[in-house]
Structure formats: C-alpha cells, structure tokens
C-alpha cells in the first residue's frame, strides 16, 4: 500500500449522547486515513464485524475510552499487506481479530489465560496498537484504536499479535464472533468449569456471550443445560440452541434446584447474586460479565465456608486465542457448535446507531456487519 489509504469506518464522537441513538447519532460514518502497518503490524481488509456489548459500553460510557474512537473489536478479515517482521501470518491468510493482545512476556501472559496481558491492557485503555503506535487520523485529527482492533472499517492496521488464522471455509461472520462472543462465553465452559457429560450447568444472562456458553456446553456434552433469563424469547432461544430447560432468575430461585457450575453473563450484580444463589455444594459460579464500575453484590461468606463454594472471574473467557480459537473452530466443522445460531441479522456500516439501540434493548444477540 501507499504509505496512506483512505477508509471508511464507525468514529464514537461523544459518550454523552441520549439514546435512542438512532436520534441522537452518536457514532458517525466517516472518511479517515490509515498509514501503512509499522514492525510487527498487518494491514487487514474486513469481511464482517459483531456488535458487542463492549463496543456498547464504550458509546453509553461505562467504560470510559479516549475520543474520538473507531470502534469494532469482533472482527474477521483478509490479510493484505504484512510490516517489517511479521512472522505469523502471510498475505492471503483469513484471520480472527482478538481483541486483547498477548505480548508473551508479562506476568499476565505466563497465567496462561487467567490473567489478561499488563502490556495489551494498558494500551488498549491508550487507544493505541500493543506497540504503541497510532495509524488513524482525519483530516488532521487523531482518531484513538478500539481495543487494538478498531474493525468496524473497511480496512484496520492491527498487531499481528491481535489476529489468529483461520480455515479460508469457515464464513466471515461464525469467523468474527469466534472472536469474541465465543471466546468469553465459551471459555467460561471450556476453561473454568472443564466439565463432564453428567454434570449441571446454567447459564444466567442469556445475550450473545450466556448464548455462546449454551451452545459450547451443549457441544461438549453436557446432558443438564439451563439457561435463564428474564425475557421470555431468550429462553425460548436457548432452547433451541441446545439447553434442556429455561426460566426467568425468579423461577431459578423459586426451583431450589442447585447446578455443579452456574455461569453469569448478564453484566449485572443481582444476575450474580442469583447464579451465587443457585450453585450447589462444592460448585463452581464463574462471572464473566462486566457491570457498570462500583457495582456490589452481597453474598452469605458462610455459605461459601460451609459449602466448599467457589466464585471466579473470567475475563475473555480465561483464553489463549491461539490455543482456543482453533478448537471451537474444529467443533465447528465437527457440527457440534450451533455458531450460526448467535446470528440475529445481518446490517450494513451505516445501520450501527440502530444497531447500539438494538442490543441496548436486548432484542438481539449478535448483529453482523458485512463489508463488500
């Protein structure tokens, strides 16, 4: 490439903004420039791009980013150019966005998983690649990257430690929510609780990533899978993507029925005060969730004595990309994981307010931008 190119891509422009956010038009379509992939950096043209409630956060302000931002994080592409010392991937590889990069070096990166990586974190927090580096302006301005990724554009320069190869057969949109939605929901299951046919699990928050632990146990298994939530079309879903039962938090409690592991994916201290709640003898409750900062929650500590209780955070689903993309990929192809079945439409760039709007009001579960 030149050592600039012209893209078109979705720039957050204010936090502030009233929803409904098809009115007040937070995030604007804009015409910006990319400067050429740097040591270490590709160049990616996008193929398709998931709307996730950390995109959301970062326009209703939850999670406070530098602006203007352009935002994206779940994302799949084609490599088109490759920087100085790319050794990862080639010219012509499809490849996964990721959207916390693993230096390999830092206390975090030896947790293998547990811990997400101190240098990929504070960058992202920067608005900057992993090495620091910007490539986004318009018209003069800086334009801030979104967790590393920024892949709601035509095209992104990203870390080549920012992206995973995939099969060139798996489609652009079950690719970009590998990234992701899988990633954290699934990684609940697969890394956490690592369970056994006979186990029982529910699931409590039924959006994209509870969705994805629902059909990552039903993949692996699990022969007990509840999912629970407080709309009914959620549960009537999860059912159809594999759980054995469902109901709202209120029935959950009201059963007195207790599970081996209870994952929360709601984003929201009374889901966890249930999934808590619902955990049985010995069992394990993992929150992946990310509630608004300063949330509390009140649990009974003798409980969690008496019982042998466990209680763990799960950021990214406690993932390895590199590691973990390739089996959900291989279950895939397997006909075991029910990806497709997260899909709620399929948009266009221009859609993405509305798009903010539909997940704010949990009327879908993963919206897909295509790219031509």
């Known amino acids: 490439m030149s050592d600039t190119i012209t893209i078109q891509g979705a720039v957050l422009e204010r936090s502030d903004a ?29 193929t398709a ?12 302000n939850n999670r406070p980013r530098p602006l203007p931002m352009l935002l994206g994080h779940e994302s799949a592409g084609v490599v088109e150019e490759v920087g100085p010392g790319v050794s990862k991937v080639k010219v012509g590889d499809h490849v996964v966005m990721t959207f916390l990069p693993r230096c390999g070096e830092c206390d975090g990166c030896k947790t293998d998983g547990k811990m997400p990586c101190e240098v990929g974190s504070k960058t992202n927090n920067e608005g900057t690649l992993i ?19 920024s892949g709601f554009a035509t095209h992104a320069v990203v870390s080549e430690l920012s992206v995973v190869p995939i099969g060139a057969d798996v489609p652009a ?18 890394n956490e609780i690592d369970p056994k046919p006979e186990d029982s699990i529910a699931v409590v928050g ?26 009914a079309d959620k549960c009537a879903k999860a059912i159809e993507l594999g759980a054995t039962d469902a109901m709202t938090p209120a029935e959950a409690e009201a ?15 009374k889901a966890l005060e249930t999934a808590y709640k619902i955990t049985g003898p010995g069992g394990l409750t993992v929150t992946v969730g990310l509630p608004a900062p300063g949330s509390t929650i009140a649990i009974d500590p003798l409980v969690m004595t008496g019982e042998a209780r466990r209680v763990h955070g799960c950021y990214l689903g406690s993932s390895v990309p590199t590691k973990d993309i390739p089996k959900y990929e291989q279950l895939w192809r397997e006909g075991k994981l029910n990806a497709e079945g ?6 266009k760039l221009a859609d993405i307010n509305q798009a903010m709007d539909n997940l704010s009001e949990g009327v879908a579960l993963r919206q897909i931008i295509e790219f031509d």
Do not use: W
């Open 49 to 60: 791009a998931g709307i996730c409630h950390s995109d959301l956060s970062v326009v209703n």
């Open 342 to 347: 997260l899909i709620s439409s399929h948009i």
């Open 173 to 190: 949109d079950i690719a970009a929510i590998f990234g992701c939605a899988i990633l954290t929901g699934g990684g609940a299951i697969l």
């Open 131 to 149: 090495r620091g580096t910007r490539h986004l302006t318009r018209n003069g301005e800086t334009v801030q990257h979104h967790l590393g990724v």
């Open 255 to 269: 059963s007195g029925k207790k599970f081996t592991a209870v994952v929360e994916a709601a984003g929201h201290p």
């Open 18 to 46: 009233a929803r409904p956010y098809a009115d007040s038009q937070p995030i604007s379509i804009s015409e910006l420039e990319l400067t050429a992939p740097g040591e270490g950096e590709i160049l990616v043209k996008m």
């Open 206 to 231: 039924l959006g994209g990533v509870g969705m994805s632990a629902i059909i990552t146990a039903a993949a692996l298994g699990v022969k007990e899978i509840v999912g629970i939530d407080m709309q």
